[in-house]
């Protein structure tokens, strides 16, 4: 079975733009969560979609948006770029009803310049 | 709100050695408690979970909530146990809110 795909892989974008971020799960997995990873704060997280909703919100700002599609592909969206941004985003994936068990994807870097 | 602490950024043991990676918590109520491990060049993986009580790649964890803690224990360290371990918590039922711990870099030196 493949495992969770993140794509791109790297990104570098000016402050002020936005960017877009893609996560493929594992077939079957209708859960995707997201979170940011830096050195200073660490893993943190951002949301969980689950059948096309926002089921769970961490604490960022209303810049992080988020979607999923029927397929349970999920983008995440980050409006109005500061350079606090540049971190690694990983996806996750996970079954119903077994949420404590996260796949996780090889993460997009993103350095916000 | 939830809150992970792991005190330890680094902890280097002797192959042979027992492992205690130190994990605590703040939680008001029933918490699902995790161990995540991210080896060298792979990706962030489950070890294990309190509810389970099982032992994963010979490590515990028993959950104190007494201590508000969940440490991970190793009798003996093996050289392929030296990664990067993140403890977590859930809070939420039905769903993921996972708020992880700052982890701890294991080093098992020969």
């Known amino acids: 079975k493949a495992g969770v795909t993140q794509t791109p892989r790297y990104l570098i974008k000016t402050r002020g733009q936005q960017v877009t971020l893609s996560c493929s799960p594992i077939s079957g997995h209708r859960s995707v969560s997201w979170y940011q990873q830096t050195p200073g704060q660490g893993l943190q997280f951002l949301f969980e979609y689950f059948s096309e909703t926002q089921r769970n919100k961490g604490n960022f700002p209303g810049r992080f948006s988020g979607r999923q599609f029927s397929n349970s592909r999920s983008e995440m969206n980050v409006s109005t770029l500061e350079l606090g941004d540049s971190a690694l985003y990983l996806c996750a994936s996970s079954l119903e009803g077994q949420a404590w068990e996260q796949y996780f994807g090889p993460g997009t870097r993103l350095t916000v310049t | 709100a939830q809150r992970v602490t792991q005190p330890e950024k680094l902890l280097s043991v002797f192959k042979g050695a027992p492992v205690e990676l130190k994990c605590n918590y703040s939680y008001s109520g029933s918490p699902e408690l995790f161990w995540y491990v991210q080896y060298s060049r792979q990706r962030l993986q489950l070890l294990l979970r309190?509810?389970s009580r099982e032992s994963i790649k010979g490590f515990t964890a028993d959950l104190n909530k007494g201590e508000t803690s969940f440490h991970l224990k190793k009798p003996f360290a093996q050289e392929e146990d030296s990664a990067m371990y993140y403890c977590?918590?859930?809070?939420?039922?039905?769903?993921?809110?996972?708020?992880f711990g700052t982890g701890t870099q294991l080093k098992v030196e020969l």
């Open positions: 977590a918590l859930n809070g939420i039922r039905g769903g993921n809110k996972l708020t």
């Open positions: 309190h509810i």
